[in-house]
């Protein structure tokens, strides 16, 4: 028994520390700034930049990332009790409020999307794609009243 206990623990230390050192592959969600922007012919200087770009918290990202995979998986209440989580953990992240609003919306829950999504607003910043996002949602939610 003791010496199982003991294998078992050096497996499970194994698991950890190769988890550890794994490298890990960048993973896109819908709200990373694209890498380059192409200018229209009519546009005769690139969009201004924010004088400081939004900071990107690690923790917030894993917490959108594992937020988007419930989703894609069909499971938008484990998305949102994900996306809740976060908010506890940094409430002044506009981008997990908009997602929130996102899975608000999907559920039908207009009027919270609505108040969701102008909380994003709120914190957005100057983040233009942010609040391009969080119009997106207040349009949408406004149809499904119609």
Known sequence: MK??????????????????????????????????????QHDAMPPPVPATAPRINPVSEKIRVRAASLLRSGQPDAAAQVL???????PKDGYLWSQLAEV???????????????????LARG????????QQIINQAKDQDR
Do not use: F
């Not at 078992?8 to 890498?35: E, K, Q």
């Not at 809740?84 to 940094?90: D, F, T």
């Not at 983040?127 to 969080?134: E, G, S």
């Open 3 to 40: 010496q199982t206990l003991t294998l078992s623990a050096a497996l499970t230390l194994c698991l950890l520390i190769n988890y550890g050192c794994a490298p890990r592959s960048p993973i896109a969600t819908p709200y990373h700034r694209p890498a380059e922007q192409t200018l229209d």
């Open 104 to 122: 608000r919306l999907g559920q039908g829950r207009r009027n919270q999307a609505l108040a969701l999504a102008k909380k994003s607003n709120s």
């Open 127 to 134: 983040d233009r794609l942010l609040q391009q996002k969080n």
């Open 84 to 90: 809740e989580r976060g908010l506890r953990i940094a």
